[in-house]
């Protein structure tokens, strides 16, 4: 059961502005770093964005991310047919001890 | 560059046993935790285990506890899961990870997965 909740879908045309959002609480998003992830289907999970706002290298700037109390925010501009994937939220959650994942949002360009 | 090879997955009866095993490159694997994640077919990510460098230092889902085991060979740069007594829900890809900067951080280099069925 995941701890983190994110919409099951999202769509935007190419060009346009895509946005996520995570909802945790004060044992995770509220007091942890947020990562993100996106998976093509039939491929392993990627790192895009860690410690909330920072970005791996090889990671372009349209992909973003911020906080705010218990909730996160993944941003994706400029969509291309290329980011049509799943994304998943991710942090540590000091009362289970356990790293958390979001319940994940399908990006879908129309 | 960092790889991680999972290997070990397979078919397995209800109860049953299978011990996976993630071979890592192209960094120093004694300095970094490691992890598995599973993805049951159609699901979303489920974390698993946590392991520290040492390999003193464990964590499990409630899902998994009492049944599966991590442990790691530094000098084979390579990580396991035993997993016992296994449960048709226990079906999944199998994902090691790389955990920076600490154990209770995050998965940044993930391997390719390894198939666990658990079936009849």
């Known amino acids: 059961q995941s701890v983190l909740t994110q919409p099951p879908s999202v769509s935007a045309a190419p060009g346009q502005k895509a946005t996520i959002s995570c909802s945790g609480s004060?044992?995770?998003?509220?007091?942890?770093?947020v990562s993100w992830y996106q998976q093509i289907p039939g491929t392993a999970p990627k790192l895009l964005i860690y410690?909330?706002?920072k970005r791996p290298s090889g990671i372009p700037d349209r992909f973003s991310g911020s906080t705010s109390g218990t909730s996160a925010t993944l941003g994706i501009t400029g969509l291309q047919t290329g980011d049509e994937a799943d994304y998943y939220c991710g942090a540590w959650d000091t009362s289970l001890s356990a790293y958390v994942f979001g319940t994940g949002t399908k990006v879908t360009v129309l | 560059e960092v790889q991680l090879v999972e290997s070990g997955g397979g078919l397995a009866q209800p109860g049953g046993s299978l011990r996976l095993s993630c071979g890592g490159s192209?960094?120093?694997?004694?300095?970094?935790?490691m992890s598995w994640v599973r993805q049951a077919p159609g699901k979303g990510l489920e974390w698993v285990s946590v392991?520290?460098?040492?390999?003193?230092?464990?964590n499990y889902a409630d899902s998994v506890k009492g049944r599966f085991t991590i442990s790691r060979d530094n000098s084979k740069n390579t990580l396991y899961l035993q997993m016992d007594s296994l449960r048709a829900e226990d079906t999944a890809v199998y994902y090691c990870?790389?955990?920076?900067?600490?154990?209770?951080?995050?998965?940044?280099?993930w391997g390719q997965g390894t198939l666990v069925t658990v079936s009849p």
């Open positions: 392991i520290n460098t040492g390999g003193g230092g464990t």
């Open positions: 192209g960094f120093t694997f004694r300095n970094y935790a």
């Open positions: 004060s044992s995770n998003v509220g007091n942890s770093y």
């Open positions: 990870a790389r955990v920076v900067p600490e154990m209770s951080g995050r998965p940044d280099q």
């Open positions: 410690e909330n706002n």
